[in-house]
């Protein structure tokens, strides 16, 4: 499994800036932060989580699906992530406990992206359809 480092973030552009106007706003509370480590049952959930992610990748990125498409139960709208980066955010959770903000994918084609549940229909289907079957 090939885990993304910390460092291959972009740097911060106002590390040990004394002049950072994030300064300003004091303390921000993004929210409750785990403080126990992960379950065995949640690690067992994320691993399987990452494995069925690989394959909804190699069947679906051919067929043009860019990544996932979430409905963010905290401000209401859509989250696009590309395979590489719903996987890393995935790897990052199970080695810290937690996920790390990141940039949201640009100006994404909502068309490109499908939800979890639709890729595990395609895979469940892609499954039950018999190897000399016509169907395609």
């Excluded at 959930?45 to 996932?68: K, M, N, S």
């Excluded at 989250?79 to 996920?99: I, P, T, V």
Aim: hydrophobic fraction near 35%; charge should be negative.
């Amino acid at each position: 499994m090939n885990l993304v480092p910390y460092d291959a973030m972009p740097p911060d552009p106002f590390a040990d800036d004394p002049e950072d106007p994030a300064n300003e706003l004091g303390a921000v509370d993004h929210g409750e932060e785990r403080t126990e480590p992960l379950s065995e049952t949640e690690r067992a959930e994320l691993l399987e989580d990452l494995a069925d992610l690989t394959v909804y990748q190699a069947l679906l990125e051919p067929r043009g699906v860019r990544g996932i498409v979430v409905d963010c139960g905290d401000c209401a709208e859509p989250h696009y992530h590309d395979w590489e980066l719903l996987r890393a955010s995935l790897e990052q959770f199970l080695e810290a406990g937690q996920m790390r903000p990141h940039e949201p994918a640009f100006d994404p084609d909502p068309v490109h992206y499908v939800t979890w549940d639709y890729c595990r229909g395609f895979a469940d289907a892609v499954r039950t359809v018999p190897e000399n079957s016509d169907a395609h």
